[in-house]
């Protein structure tokens, strides 16, 4: 409900008030306490903690791509898309087939390179074209139904995307090999691989150019009259079936080119790596405030950035407790902050 | 449209069932504790039997029916979207294996178990037990929805899908749990005493009686859920479902009546965990994952959210075709036609599309609740909504 927005406005019952001093008080204790824990860490071992924390955000990257999707698709249509996160897998397992066997690319060369920008055209293409079908197929038909069917059928897309992916990828891990060359460099102590710049380099441009998209195009100011008023939107001459679909296409595009870079870096594809990462990716999303954009890439390098210092690092929890991290940072949120870290307070439509 | 519900649901007698349900539950448990083993079956019968439907499916069958009962409670009665509810079954279950084994060694804890005095460990009446879960399991679904319940129905359900991840990893590392065991780790918690039924402690190969224990429980939490769906409570649940607004305004506690229903669903949880401990003998902890809570929301879709008839249809067919079913369809097709394809690998076909086809085409299940049903089909008679028929025809 709305009663924190209206809280700051009048001065609200008791209850509120008290909500609130809690609220803050918590909040602020929990960032110190991020923050001391940090602090402590950097003393301890600071190239540690830099390693990691570059670690972190070369995931970071490859997360805020995918929350992408699911930021687009939410502001559009208010749907948690569950099925983002298995064509995500799907498109690494994609472009692992493509560099490998359909253009038979596998050391980092010219050729290489060729194969890689070939395979990003591509894995983009079809992480569009799957995510529109789905759009077209499932979502369209329910879109004046409750919400719990559109999410319903999001989670059984899920499992039919799942399906395809155990039967093209295989029900074990399977390693590939990589295009992106994989040297280190060394700043200082510091090492960072040259997969992480590389992928910084193709990544970035990529969210930039969304970016543009949405904020400078008419296609892109097409999708937020969408998102704000459907009704109003079909009166001023937006096709907003057409308007959706385009919304789909680039948030697929952009799990596209996620899964391109995730097989690249990570080097192995699992058909079951897309509800993992999917449920980060949504975190990340929310975490930045869902619905925008820049947000959505804040929270996955932030959530990258807490995962990969939580992993690597010495005082921490360890890997074995990534997940409860990430959510419970996920639930932190949304008790303190529903709107995320980058987003309105808005007052529920009624 | 409020008058025809009404009628249909909230005056008509349901103690009819009673009678319905001890007759059938009778019938199974003749069939499967003394006609089964019976020596004079021609053995053709038996071997169907226990290949399509070996006593121990049935049972697990139930423990998913108690479960998937309490998740309509949460889901088809008050409407809130649970995608974590396999950290119930978590709770539950570990709630068994810590109060009815010898995981903790080092106490001597004895209440009317049914185990000798002599034996280490914390060792509680089956019966206790069982409501111990449920209380447990309900004070957790109180503490996870009081500061949640505020939020839109989104986010909430990714809160309890968040709870549900990270109940189940708090289990799997639970053997160095800040320094403590409390969960065995991957081991798991191995054997979970027998439940006693007076006159007999039910081990691991009891399937029969168990079966009767089951449906006991099954029957209880029918109850349950039909007499709370006519009492003040469920109307409430009802109102919050399809209009949380007009329910406040009318005078609905929402956060009582919403954090109600998260508690009462959370307690079947905990009954389901306790359950299914004693049906498998033990805790494991790598089966509490994420595809549990989609598995047992797609039985409540299925069968027709708020139905409870449609709800135990729905958790009986889809856990006996992922348990047994499938398999089995699979050995005779592979048998007759000579082929060796895996059936069983087509589990997320199969659920991926009766959860997108029951959406499409069948939105309120197979045995559906006439209010949920108008529900369902409320907003596609809508004015100017940017209906894609409507935009066509605009053309």
């Known amino acids: ?350 | 449209m409020a008058k025809v519900s009404v009628a249909n649901n909230v005056s008509k007698s349901n103690r009819n069932w009673i009678r319905g349900y001890t007759i059938a539950g009778f019938f199974l448990f003749i069939t499967y504790q003394f006609l089964l083993p019976w020596d004079g079956l021609p053995s053709g019968i038996y071997q169907t039997v226990n290949q399509w439907m070996p006593p121990s499916a049935v049972n697990e069958s139930l423990v998913y029916v108690i479960m998937a009962l309490g998740l309509n409670i949460v889901v088809g009665y008050a409407g809130l979207l649970d995608l974590g509810y396999v950290a119930f079954w978590a709770i539950g279950g570990y709630c068994a294996g810590w109060f009815m084994s010898e995981f903790f060694y080092f106490l001597n804890i004895h209440f009317f178990g049914s185990v000798p005095a002599g034996t280490p460990g914390i060792h509680i009446n089956f019966w206790m037990v069982l409501i111990i879960g449920g209380f447990v399991c309900a004070l957790f679904g109180v503490l996870i929805g009081a500061p949640t319940l505020r939020l839109k129905s989104d986010y909430l359900a990714l809160v309890t899908l968040g709870f549900g991840e990270i109940i189940p990893q708090v289990f799997f590392n639970g053997e160095n749990f800040f320094g403590f065991n409390i969960s065995n780790g991957t081991k798991g918690i191995v054997v979970v005493d027998p439940s006693p039924a007076g006159f007999k402690n039910l081990g691991p190969f009891d399937a029969g009686w168990k079966l009767l224990l089951f449906l006991f429980l099954t029957a209880v939490m029918v109850f349950i859920s039909l007499r709370l769906r006519r009492g003040r409570l469920g109307r409430a649940w009802l109102a919050v479902r399809e209009d949380e607004l007009a329910a406040s305004m009318m005078g609905v506690p929402l956060m009582r009546t919403k954090l109600a229903a998260y508690a009462v669903g959370a307690f079947a949880g905990g009954l389901g965990g306790v359950a299914f401990a004693t049906h498998v003998n033990g805790v494991y902890a790598e089966r509490f994952n994420f595809a549990i809570s989609i598995f047992l929301l797609a039985m409540v879709v299925l069968g027709g959210m708020g139905n409870v008839w449609g709800v135990i249809l729905g958790a009986f067919v889809l856990s006996w075709v992922n348990g047994n079913g499938l398999s089995a369809f699979g050995r005779v097709y592979n048998d007759s036609f000579g082929t060796s394809i895996d059936f069983t690998s087509f589990t997320f076909l199969l659920f991926g599309l009766v959860l997108i086809f029951m959406m499409l085409f069948k939105r309120e299940g197979l045995i559906p609740e006439s209010r949920m049903k108008l529900l369902m089909h409320e907003g596609e008679l809508d004015d100017a909504d940017s209906d894609g028929k409507k935009q066509k025809a605009g053309k």
């Not at chain 1, 472009?95 to 038979?104: A, E």
């Not at chain 1, 998209?213 to 079909?234: F, I, W």
């Open chain 1, 1 to 350: 409900m709305a009663k924190a927005a209206v809280a700051t406005k009048f001065s609200g019952t008791p209850g509120q008030i008290r909500r609130q001093r809690i609220e803050r008080i918590g909040a602020t204790a929990i960032s110190l306490g991020a923050a001391f824990w940090m602090l402590i860490n950097i003393i301890e071992s600071p190239d540690q903690f830099a390693q990691s924390a570059i670690a972190g955000l070369r995931n970071g990257l490859i997360y805020a791509m995918i929350a992408l999707g699911y930021t687009l698709v939410y502001g559009i249509i208010e749907l948690i898309n569950f099925a983002h996160g298995d064509l995500f897998m799907l498109s690494a397992v994609f472009s692992s087939f493509f560099i490998t066997y359909w253009i038979g690319a596998d050391e980092s060369n010219g050729f290489g390179w060729f194969a890689f920008a070939l395979c990003l055209v591509a894995v983009m293409v079809f992480g569009a074209v799957v995510n529109v079908l789905i759009e077209r197929f499932a979502y369209r038909k329910l879109r004046n139904a409750p919400r719990l069917s559109t999410l319903i059928t999001a989670v059984g897309m899920s499992f039919l995307l799942n399906f395809i992916g155990l039967k093209w990828n295989g029900s074990t891990p399977r390693q590939w090999p990589t295009v992106i060359p994989s040297g280190d460099i060394y700043l200082g102590e510091i090492r960072i691989s040259m997969l992480t710049i590389w992928l910084f380099l193709i990544g970035f441009p990529l969210l930039l150019a969304l970016n543009y998209l949405v904020t400078n195009t008419k296609q892109g100011k097409a999708m937020r009259a969408t998102s704000q008023d459907k009704d109003a939107s079909t009166l001023m001459g937006i096709n907003v079936n057409k308007t959706i679909a385009f919304t789909f296409a680039i948030g697929g595009a952009m799990a596209g080119a996620a899964g391109l870079l995730y097989q690249q870096s990570i080097g192995t594809t699992n058909y079951n790596l897309g509800f993992q990462l999917g449920l980060i990716a949504f975190t990340a999303a929310v975490l930045g405030g869902i619905g925008n954009l820049w947000g959505a890439v804040l929270g996955g390098l932030v959530i990258g950035l807490i995962q990969g210092l939580n992993d690597g690092l010495p005082i921490a929890f360890g890997q074995a407790w990534s997940q409860t991290v990430v959510f419970t940072i996920l639930i932190i949120i949304l008790v303190f902050k529903p709107a995320g870290l980058l987003g309105k307070v808005t007052t529920e439509k009624v």
